[in-house]
C-alpha cells in the first residue's frame, strides 16, 4: 500500500458463475413420457392438460410433444408412424434427428408415464427459479430504476414464480389462488384486532390481487356458507361425530356446540332470561323439567344494549353472587362484529362455554349492510363456526317485527341452528307478567314447543309454569316428571325401557310412549343400538350421583375427549328379585281398582293413561315423591 493512501474495507459479495453447470433437467424423463405416448394411444390424454412443451428441456423433445398435441386435438392416433407423417408434413423431421431419434423412443418403456410427467414438470419449475434469479441480479445491477420500482419489479417476479408455477394446470392454478386469497382474508378477519388496520390489510390486499374490498368482503362470506365436508364413509362419519348422544348444557333447552337466537319484543325480558340462564348453569340447577348438565359454567356477556350498572345490578338482583361474577362470569362492553378477533382471543383465554351477545343490532352497529341483506348474517355465520371450533354455545339476542317474526333477512334464521321467541301471553286469563317462549326452530330437539313462563318484575326472575298444551297435574305430565325424577337421582346411570317401567310400576308400551317423547325434546339422552334396547339417562359432568344399589356402576357414561362413550351392555333384574325397588327410589303409584281403571302394568288396556300421582317435592330424601310411596309399591309387590 502506497504510504498515505487509505482503501475502505468493502463487502465481500461471491458473485457465482454457474455457466460451466447444466440447467436442471431429466432427459431419461423426457424420453419416457414420449415413448409412452408413441406405444400408447391413451397415454397423452393422462398428461395432456398438465404436460405443456415448454416443459421439456431437449427442443427435439418439444417438437415431439408439441405434434402429439396436434394431433390429439384432432383425436387422430399419436403412434410412430402417423407421428413420423405428421412431423416430415410440417419439415420438422430433419430437426428433430429423423426417424432415427422416433425409432429411438419407441424403446423406452411406456410405464409410470404421470411419473415421469412430473419429473419433467418439476424442473422445468426449477429453471423458472434460476432464470427469475438471473432477472432479479440484474435489477439489482440497475442504474435507470429507483428503489421502489425496483422492489415492484421483484415483487412481481416472485408472484409469477409462486403464484403461477409451470407445473400447474389452469384448474389447479385457479384452486391454489384461491386457497392463498381465502387464507391471507382469514387471518385479517381472525387476528386483526384493531378495526382500522383490519381495514388497511384488506384495502392492501385488494391492490395486490387486482380486486376490490367488496369483493374480498363478499369472497370470505361465500367462504363462510358454502363449505362442504369431503364424501365420509360411515366409520369416518362416527370418528367425526365423536358421539351418537346430542350433548346439552342444559338439557332440552341449551345444546352443546351450537348457536341460538333468541328473539322478542323491546321490554319482554330477553336479556334477564338470558342472565337466568347463566345462573342456572352456574349453579348447576334446574329450569321446570329442563335439567342442568353441569355446574360451575363459564359464562361470557358481550353487553351493548345495556349499561354497566344495569347490568350489575341485574345480576345482583337474580342473586349472582360475587364469587360467581369473579369466577364463572366475564363481560365485555361496546363490542361488535369488526372485533372478531377479541372474540376469539377471548376464547382461547377464557374458555366460555357459553356466550351471550346483547345484541345483533348493536354488535352489527357498523356494517355496511342493511337487516334485509344477507351479509348483515355474516357474523352468525362466523359464530357458527367458532361454535364447533371451540365447543362453546352462542345465544344471540335479537329484536322482532312487527309481525312477531325475526327482523332482517331469512339468513340471520337460517345461519343459527336454534330459534326461540320470547312474547308475552295475550290469552284472556293472562296477567301482565305472562310469557310464551317458543323453540321455533331446533336442529337438536322437536320445535314448535311453547312453554308458558312467569316474569317477575321485583327479583327480575322467570318462574316455569309448563308446556303449553299440557294439563297442569294430569297423569301424562306425571308420567314424564317421574321419569325425569327418576333418572334426575341416578346422573349417568343407563337404564333401558323395561326397566324403567319396572321401577314406575308401568307398563313397556306406555314407558316407551313417554321415552320417545322425553328424548325427542332433549329432555333425556338416549343411547340408540341397533339389535339391542335403547338404554336412557341424564348425562352429569362433574362429580358423580349416587346410583341405585341394584344397577352396577360400570353402567355408567363416562365423558372423553370425543363426547359421550356409551356402554353397549346393561343388566336387567328379574322381575320379583328383593332388589328390583330399592328403597331410595320407589314411585308412588295409586293401585286403587287396577282393572277397573285400565292399569297399564298389568299389560291390559295399555292405551288408557294410567292413574300416577306426583306428590310435591320437599327436597329430596326420605321427603322425596319417590320414598314417601314405598309403603305403596310394596302393597302393589
Not at 253 to 271: C, E, F, N, R, W
Not at 473 to 494: F, Y
Amino acid at each position: 500500500m502506497t504510504q498515505g493512501t487509505y482503501r475502505f474495507p468493502q463487502e465481500s459479495i461471491d458473485f457465482r458463475d454457474n455457466s460451466d453447470r447444466l440447467p436442471p433437467c431429466n432427459i431419461e424423463a423426457e424420453e419416457a413420457v414420449l415413448g409412452g405416448i408413441l406405444l400408447d394411444p391413451e397415454a397423452i390424454y393422462r398428461i395432456k392438460d398438465r404436460l405443456k412443451p415448454d416443459h421439456f428441456y431437449i427442443s427435439a423433445h418439444r417438437d415431439i410433444y408439441q405434434a402429439c398435441l396436434k394431433l390429439s386435438s384432432k383425436s387422430k392416433e399419436t403412434d410412430l408412424l402417423t407421428v413420423t407423417s405428421w412431423l416430415n408434413d410440417h419439415s420438422i423431421l430433419g430437426r428433430i434427428g429423423g426417424r432415427n431419434k422416433l425409432a429411438t423412443l419407441v424403446t423406452v418403456t411406456a410405464a409410470n408415464i404421470d411419473h415421469h410427467a412430473a419429473e419433467v414438470m418439476e424442473k422445468a419449475y426449477l429453471r423458472d427459479i434460476i432464470r427469475t434469479g438471473n432477472d432479479i441480479l440484474e435489477l439489482g445491477h440497475s442504474t435507470e430504476l429507483g428503489l421502489t420500482e425496483i422492489i415492484s419489479s421483484v415483487t412481481d417476479r416472485f408472484k409469477s414464480i409462486i403464484d403461477t408455477p409451470s407445473f400447474q394446470t389452469k384448474e389447479e392454478n385457479l384452486r391454489a389462488q384461491h386457497s392463498r386469497l381465502l387464507n391471507e382474508l382469514y387471518s385479517i378477519y381472525t387476528t386483526c384486532v384493531d378495526p382500522s388496520f383490519r381495514f388497511f390489510r384488506l384495502h392492501h390486499l385488494a391492490n395486490e390481487s387486482k380486486t376490490s374490498i367488496n369483493f374480498l368482503e363478499r369472497f370470505y362470506l361465500k367462504s363462510l356458507t358454502d363449505q362442504c365436508s369431503k364424501l365420509l364413509n360411515y366409520e369416518e362419519l362416527k370418528e367425526l361425530a365423536g358421539s351418537t348422544v346430542r350433548e346439552w348444557l342444559l338439557n332440552g333447552l341449551v345444546p352443546k356446540s351450537t348457536t341460538i337466537l333468541l328473539a322478542s319484543d323491546g321490554g319482554v325480558g330477553k336479556t334477564k332470561l338470558a342472565y337466568g340462564i347463566g345462573k342456572i348453569l352456574i349453579q348447576g340447577s334446574k329450569f321446570g323439567p329442563f335439567q342442568a348438565t353441569g355446574e360451575k359454567r363459564r359464562i361470557l356477556y358481550y353487553q351493548g344494549d345495556e349499561s354497566e350498572g344495569d347490568m350489575l345490578q341485574a345480576l345482583e338482583t337474580l342473586g349472582y353472587s360475587e364469587n360467581d361474577i369473579s369466577k364463572y362470569v366475564r363481560v365485555r362492553f361496546g363490542w361488535s362484529a369488526e372485533n372478531m378477533p377479541t372474540l376469539i382471543q377471548d376464547l382461547n383465554e377464557f374458555k366460555p362455554e357459553l356466550v351471550f351477545i346483547d345484541s345483533l343490532s348493536t354488535a352489527n352497529r357498523f356494517s355496511i349492510y342493511r337487516e334485509s341483506e344477507m351479509e348483515y348474517a355474516r357474523p352468525i355465520l362466523e359464530m357458527t363456526g367458532l361454535a364447533n371450533q371451540y365447543k362453546v354455545t352462542f345465544v344471540i339476542i335479537h329484536h322482532m317485527n312487527k309481525g312477531g317474526d325475526v327482523r332482517g333477512t331469512t339468513a340471520i334464521r337460517n345461519a343459527v341452528s336454534e330459534v326461540w321467541t320470547l312474547s308475552k301471553d295475550n290469552s284472556q286469563t293472562a296477567t301482565a307478567c305472562d310469557r310464551i317462549l317458543e323453540i321455533n326452530k331446533s336442529r337438536s330437539r322437536s320445535s314448535g314447543k311453547k312453554y308458558r313462563l312467569m316474569f317477575n318484575s321485583e327479583d327480575l326472575s322467570f318462574t316455569f309454569l309448563g308446556e303449553e298444551g299440557d294439563e297442569l297435574g294430569g297423569p301424562g305430565q306425571s308420567a314424564k316428571e317421574s321419569t325425569l325424577e327418576l333418572l334426575a337421582s341416578h346422573r349417568n346411570i343407563k337404564f333401558t325401557g323395561e326397566e324403567i317401567a319396572h321401577r314406575l310400576g308401568i307398563s313397556k308400551p306406555y314407558a316407551r310412549r313417554y321415552l320417545a317423547e322425553l328424548s325427542a325434546d332433549g329432555l333425556i339422552s338416549v343411547v340408540r343400538q341397533m339389535g339391542k334396547a335403547y338404554l336412557y339417562f341424564l348425562a352429569y359432568e362433574g362429580s358423580p350421583k349416587d346410583h341405585p344399589s341394584d344397577h352396577p356402576s360400570s353402567h355408567s357414561v363416562s365423558h372423553g375427549s370425543n363426547g359421550l362413550q356409551a356402554d353397549s351392555e346393561i343388566g336387567i333384574k328379574k322381575r320379583g328379585s328383593p332388589q328390583d325397588h330399592p328403597s331410595d327410589h320407589p314411585i308412588n303409584v295409586d293401585t286403587a281398582s287396577d282393572a277397573a281403571k285400565g292399569d297399564p302394568r298389568s299389560g291390559k288396556n295399555s292405551e288408557k293413561i294410567p292413574n300416577i300421582e306426583i306428590l310435591e317435592d320437599n327436597g329430596g330424601g326420605r321427603g322425596s315423591p319417590l320414598a314417601r310411596c314405598l309403603a305403596r309399591q310394596e302393597s302393589w309387590r
